[in-house]
């Protein structure tokens, strides 16, 4: 009896796997990966980093893949051509999200910018995103505050002399700085008031960033739901009630400020932090316009600008110090350009054109999402001449494609000047494409091109010891560095005189 029923499940192995390889050519579906396991599919195959996988399993495959991460069917993509497709003539079709449970809990059950749906109150986000947040006008109103954060860390690193200077930390607190003055007017570090509120909330971002870099078995495979499994679902509901009560504490702050202290007629032109210009909608339609909204909205900012900003500019200072010949070109831009009259400005980034191309060489090779934020049809459609079922989640491996030889010439060597020229779009595609690309893209590049080019043009920088800068990656969402980078810094003469005559005068 055993024998028969071994000898039938010998039989029925390889035609269940025949069979579906013939469904999938009948229904002209993309290629995948052989075999699909029953009940996890090719949930076998992820193993951190996630992106590097990825990039081997393309490199085998194919560009164009179907795989199947339990239930949920996902097209991975490694093609900027495939991406383009995607992104331009689909770009409605795949504006949804997949509803996986970050987006749920994290983002206030789907109505966050991030995760929301794509229709009216999607657009509406992204309408008062534009208007109140990263407008060419809202982001002009607050150059001052990032201008004065960029000279407050010039005087801090000229305070200390010639001294050893972690990178990642300083990075990390002057983000953090920018972003809250931006959005709630308080400084947290290096001389602001509320530094323990600042630490509060570092610890929130990095549990965020690790939590969300989890891979979800759940999210894959609902049956584990339903057994009980829910380990990763409390993480996450604890983590969202310290980063809700974080910001509602802000809100009420300016609620009961607003209330006790009614602002002067002669203080009505005040430039408006974010919070102010959202508790004003509030007030105009406050069904819509609730605390749950203003919340979510403000965390996806404060989570998304601070920690990917610090990467990018950690990355960016790892690779000119194993460059110091690129490093010293920089500098040499930024002299011609200033003349050593004046400190850089945001304004000098037009002028500073291989300054971004090293900005922009960091974020092929490091780029701040390794895979894009994924995308979900909402219908069926048509990539790469293959059919795509509806509600197929789309990954776009943006690290496979900045590092795909075929693309681009010796991928693994950092070489700025590759970027002096045109830009193809969907090469390279740092902040995404399409409806739901990146909106924070013009606030990134000010801050972190001030940054870097602040520090830049003051100081003279070493490496700690003779050996190169470690550039291991650790987890995470936005591919942060393993080690942080630690760098020895000297104030350059022009420094110290610019310094001096600020302080000379009237």
């Not at 590097?52 to 490694?78: D, N, Q, Y």
């Not at 600042?198 to 969300?212: D, M, R, S």
């Not at 739901?225 to 604890?238: D, M």
Request: hydrophobic share 40%; net charge positive.
């Amino acid at each position: 009896m055993n024998y028969y029923l071994l000898v039938t499940l010998l039989l029925l192995i390889p035609l269940f796997f025949f069979a579906a390889q013939f469904r999938r050519k009948i229904k002209n579906l993309p290629p995948t990966i052989f075999p699909t396991l029953p009940v996890i599919g090719h949930l076998h195959l992820l193993k951190r980093p996630i992106y590097r996988t990825f990039a081997t399993i393309s490199a085998k495959h194919g560009p164009i893949l179907l795989l199947r991460f339990g239930s949920r069917r996902v097209l991975l993509l490694s093609s900027p051509s495939a991406a383009e497709e995607c992104f331009t003539k689909n770009d409605i079709i795949f504006a949804n999200r997949p509803r996986l449970l970050a987006g749920k809990i994290l983002g206030f059950n789907y109505t966050g910018i991030v995760w929301a749906p794509y229709g009216d109150h999607w657009r509406n986000l992204r309408r008062m995103g534009a208007i109140e947040i990263f407008s060419s006008h809202r982001l002009n109103d607050f150059h001052d505050v990032r201008a004065d954060e960029g000279r407050l860390l010039v005087h801090k690193l000229v305070s200390e002399g010639w001294s050893t200077v972690n990178l990642k930390s300083i990075f990390h607190e002057l983000t953090l700085n920018m972003m809250m003055r931006m959005i709630s007017g308080k400084r947290y570090f290096k001389g602001g008031t509320d530094e323990e509120e600042g630490k509060q909330f570092e610890e929130i971002v990095k549990e965020t960033f690790l939590l969300g870099s989890a891979l979800n078995l759940v999210d894959h495979l609902p049956i584990l739901s339903w057994l009980g499994v829910k380990g990763f679902e409390k993480k996450l509901i604890s983590l969202q009630k310290k980063r809700s009560s974080f910001i509602q504490d802000l809100i009420e702050q300016f609620r009961n400020a607003k209330h006790v202290e009614p602002e002067p007629e002669n203080n009505k032109n005040k430039k408006k932090t974010m919070i102010e210009a959202f508790l004003l909608l509030q007030e105009t339609d406050p069904d819509y316009y609730t605390d749950e909204l203003i919340k979510a909205f403000v965390l996806n900012l404060l989570t998304a600008g601070t920690d990917t900003s610090t990467a990018t500019m950690e990355w960016a200072f790892a690779l000119l110090l194993n460059h110091p010949h690129v490093l010293k070109k920089a500098q040499n831009e930024i002299s011609t350009h200033l003349n050593q009259k004046r400190f850089v400005d945001e304004s000098d980034m037009g002028s500073l054109p291989y300054l971004q191309c090293i900005l922009n060489e960091t974020l092929r090779m490091y780029p701040a999402a390794p895979l894009l934020v994924p995308h979900e049809s909402s219908e069926d459609c048509m990539v790469g001449g293959y059919h795509i079922p509806r509600g197929t989640m789309l990954l776009v491996n943006q690290w496979a494609i900045h590092h795909d030889p075929d693309l681009w010439s010796e991928p693994e060597r950092f070489n700025p000047e590759r970027f002096q020229g045109t830009r193809d779009g969907f090469k390279f595609m740092a902040f995404g494409s399409g409806r739901r690309s990146c909106p924070g893209e013009g606030l990134a590049m000010r801050m972190v091109g001030l940054t870097l080019g602040l520090l830049i043009q003051c100081f003279d920088w070493e490496r700690v010891s003779e050996e190169m800068v470690d550039m291991s990656e650790g987890p995470g969402l936005t591919m942060p560095k393993a080690q942080p980078c630690v760098a020895k810094c000297r104030p350059r003469p022009m420094t110290l005189r610019l310094i001096s005559q600020a302080n000379t005068c009237p």
